[in-house]
């Protein structure tokens, strides 16, 4: 029905032109400008072999396609609820946007949130408040092995890279970090330029593919590190082993993104997808995971070396602790990524469906720690889905120092999750590389916007920790989160989570939870049994 009306609508339409023609040419002409480019589309609709609702509804089925294009707008701007929308809704975004510009982020007449829904987590709140003290802020890294300890602010820029971002959004996030005295980490891609061109403290971090510090075959160069890793403004490096978005995966940056001067950062050809290798090559056991910590930190003349992770095989983990006990090598920090994490560009299983949560992941790594008995020597760094000063207090509740926040940051720079980054079609110039979009990212006024949202969230924990009748973190603990877990019950995390006694582990007598794994791991080899 469709294609007998496409083709009498067209018969009549060139027949209309061809009377018209005679008589009025100059109408005549525009009309054939007009209705030509239709014919011809639906007469491609028509032929093409690929699609078959154009090959069904030529010219009109292009409708649906544009009304698919515009659906996350529609849905953001007209359908969706403040608080409705994943991964971060409407009420969120709104939050990070009015904290970055300092204007007022109070709430008018009452929660939209649902306190009686199954997962609500909150704080209680003391009769007798306190005043938590400013340097609770802050707090230092680096173990016994480190001879250059860095005082980090609870609350930092997590890992995005060059090329996942772009140069003008880098730049933005590092003049942020320099005005707030905070560190920006640089994500697996690499340190570029714009990473340093203002000075804001670095945490630059090393992923699979060794971007920045590479061989022409690939493998780590130390030469090449040393140079860029003693840097002053470099105060912390991370091994990336695991990200929460795609635990399992190497980075993955599409061939759209790659210009020549990220293919020249990175040492990778143009014209094809940067795929970083799913692990390393440096090391392959626990054993010389922590020989490798130990040659950076030597590299660097003992700054805080760490790793990351989202935790997977807890075989894995618990092997690196028994390498930790067994010959001495500690690192400075530990990464603990969620796997509700965010990322540029993902495959769709390893996002919705590989990894462990960042709740518990961060216990389960901080239990194995303490039951280690090597939690003071070692930092804790939470990162996944952070925004907000309750978020930050309910991460150091379960046992993190300090936390990371990548999409908060990206907010506080203008982005509006139109969830566009892999595709080089960033609206706002944030995820793009395209210099016709980035363009529209002001640096300048950028960059007071990132120092002050975290300035407030900054206070908005202290506030928050201090409503608590709490002065000190060291006084928080998981007993002060609760969390619905029924219509008419609440647990605090203290129940909800088991936590173990310092050096349970090492006891002949193990936690019950843990003793299967415990008894399966080594020091020195992976063990890849089913978990």
């Known amino acids: 029905m469709i294609i007998r009306l496409f083709w009498g609508i067209s018969v009549a ?18 009309l054939f400008w007009i209705i030509f480019p239709f014919i011809a589309l639906g007469l491609y609709d028509l032929i093409q072999t690929k699609n078959n ?9 292009h409708l649906r396609y544009l009304l698919l294009a515009i659906r996350p707008q529609i849905q953001q701007y007209y359908i969706e609820t403040n608080i409705g929308r994943r991964p971060f809704s409407r009420q969120e975004r709104y939050m990070v946007y009015a904290r970055a510009e300092s204007k007022l982020d109070a709430l008018p007449f009452g929660t939209q949130r649902n306190v009686h829904e199954l997962g609500f987590d909150s704080i209680n709140h003391s009769m007798m408040p306190q005043k938590a003290h400013a340097s609770e802020a802050k707090i230092t890294v680096g173990g016994p092995d480190c001879k250059k ?23 933005a996030l590092n003049k942020g970090a320099k005005i707030g005295g905070f560190y920006h980490n640089t994500g697996e891609g690499g340190l570029s330029p714009y990473h340093l061109k203002y000075g804001g403290d670095i945490v630059w971090q090393i992923g699979t593919a060794y971007f920045g510090c590479r061989t022409l075959e690939g493998n780590f160069d130390q030469d090449k590190f040393k140079e860029k890793a003693n840097r002053d403004e470099v105060k912390m490096v991370e091994i990336k082993l695991s990200q929460g978005a795609k635990p399992g995966h190497g980075g993955l940056l599409l061939k759209e993104k790659i210009t020549p001067e990220i293919a020249r950062i990175r040492g990778v050809p143009m014209g094809e997808d940067c795929v970083s290798p799913p ?31 989202c935790v997977g095989s807890r075989i894995e983990f618990l092997s690196i602790c028994k390498a930790m006990l067994k010959y001495k090598i500690y690192p400075d920090f530990i990464t603990v990524d969620g796997a509700e994490g965010g990322t540029g ?7 919705d469906y590989v990894g462990v949560p960042l709740d518990e992941g961060l216990v389960f790594v901080h239990n194995v720690l303490v039951g280690c008995g090597l939690r003071s020597k070692i930092r804790l760094i939470a990162s996944g889905k952070i925004i ?7 991460k150091l509740a379960l046992g993190a120092d300090i936390c990371n926040s990548a999409r908060g940051m990206l907010f506080s ?33 950028k960059a007071p916007r990132v120092a002050s949202f975290h300035k407030n969230t900054i206070e908005s924990f202290l506030e928050i920790l201090g409503a608590a009748g709490l002065s000190r973190v060291s006084d928080l603990s ?32 193990l936690p019950d939870s843990y003793k299967e794994y415990w008894d399966k791991a080594s020091a020195d080899y992976f063990c890849h049994f089913a978990q």
């Open 53 to 61: 609702v154009l090959r069904n509804y030529p010219v009109i089925g």
């Open 413 to 445: 720079i203008g982005c509006i999750q139109s969830r566009k980054c892999h595709n080089n079609k960033c609206p706002t110039g944030v995820t793009t590389v395209d210099p016709n979009r980035f363009r529209a990212l002001n640096v300048n006024a």
């Open 388 to 394: 907000s000063g309750f978020d930050v207090i309910c």
């Open 149 to 171: 300890p860095y005082h980090a602010y609870r609350l930092n820029i997590s890992a995005m890279s060059y090329g996942a971002l772009s140069k003008n959004a880098v730049m």
């Open 279 to 309: 692990a390393h090559t440096a090391f392959n056991t626990p054993k010389t995971l922590l020989a490798f910590i130990k040659q950076l930190r030597d590299l660097t003349d003992g700054k805080p070396i760490g790793f990351k992770l």
């Open 13 to 30: 339409l060139i027949v209309l032109d061809i009377i018209l023609y005679q008589t009025y040419h100059h109408i005549a002409d525009t």
């Open 478 to 509: 998981p007993g002060h989160i609760y969390r619905r877990t029924g219509t008419t019950s609440v647990s605090h995390y203290d129940e909800i989570y088991d936590f173990l006694k310092p050096k349970a582990l090492l006891g002949k007598k």
């Open 345 to 351: 560009a993902a495959p769709a299983e390893f996002t």
